[in-house]
């Protein structure tokens, strides 16, 4: 999943990227709210945190101008506010949740996955494919048994072509969600860690369930195809 966190404080920005990208998300940041309605109207973000204290326009309005530009992912607002009123004012502009500074990062991250979870391709937390199980909740991948090691950004890819598993996902899908701001497209990331996932995913059993089609882009599917 790829993210937009929109938080004016430095530091605050940095301790949430940080901690969301350990937990496998691909992270942006925006200081302000023009900024972060720039990146949305570019980028199709999974998901939105955003604080309702900025230094152009308040969340409360980022929120409604990006529901009006027709962002309909998830949107969590953060803020120091806890009076019901300032609640209010956030879900009727648009917002789904709504989080009290100060927070534990776990509560935070259960949030996101409960926002998560509403999206049609990810509502269940166990994800199976052939004898490949996907837990998303502990972050746990396993073939027939065998529990399987991934790095946080091979099982970030992992997850996202599970979630779209039997459809050809391309690499500007790829980069669009499991890959931030950062990433060069002109790069061969994207195939070395299809290279690497699929060593630990498919090497050593009879049924490759991780494809590539050949100029389309890649497929995880348990059905056998003649030219996976």
Not at 48 to 54: H, K, T
Not at 164 to 188: F, L, M
Request: aromatic share 6%.
């Amino acid at each position: 999943m790829r993210l937009l966190v929109v938080e004016d404080e430095p530091q605050a920005a940095r301790y949430l990227a940080k901690g969301l990208r350990e937990y496998a998300f691909a992270v942006d940041t925006a200081e302000d709210g023009c900024t972060a309605i720039q990146k949305v109207a570019v980028t199709s973000y999974d998901l939105v945190i955003l604080d309702v204290m900025l230094p152009d326009m308040d969340g409360v309005s980022v929120c409604k101008e990006l529901r009006s530009r027709g962002y309909t992912g998830p949107i969590l607002m953060l803020t120091a506010r806890g009076a019901i009123p300032d609640r209010v004012a956030g879900l009727n502009a648009g917002a789904d949740d709504y989080l009290t500074k100060p927070f534990e990062f776990d509560e935070l991250i259960a949030r996101i996955r409960a926002l998560s979870r509403r999206q049609p391709h990810l509502e269940h937390p166990i994800i199976c494919i052939a004898d490949l199980v996907i837990d998303t909740h502990r972050r746990e991948v396993s073939r027939g048994g065998a529990s399987i090691t991934l790095t946080t950004r091979e099982y970030a890819l992992l997850e996202y072509l599970a979630t779209r598993q039997g459809a050809v996902v391309g690499r500007a899908d790829i980069s669009e969600h499991v890959w931030d701001e950062s990433y060069d497209p002109g790069s061969n990331l994207i195939e070395v860690y299809i290279q690497r996932l699929r060593r630990k995913i498919d090497q050593g059993f009879p049924n490759q369930i991780l494809h590539t089609r050949r100029g389309e882009g890649y497929q995880l599917t348990s059905k056998e195809l003649i030219n996976g």
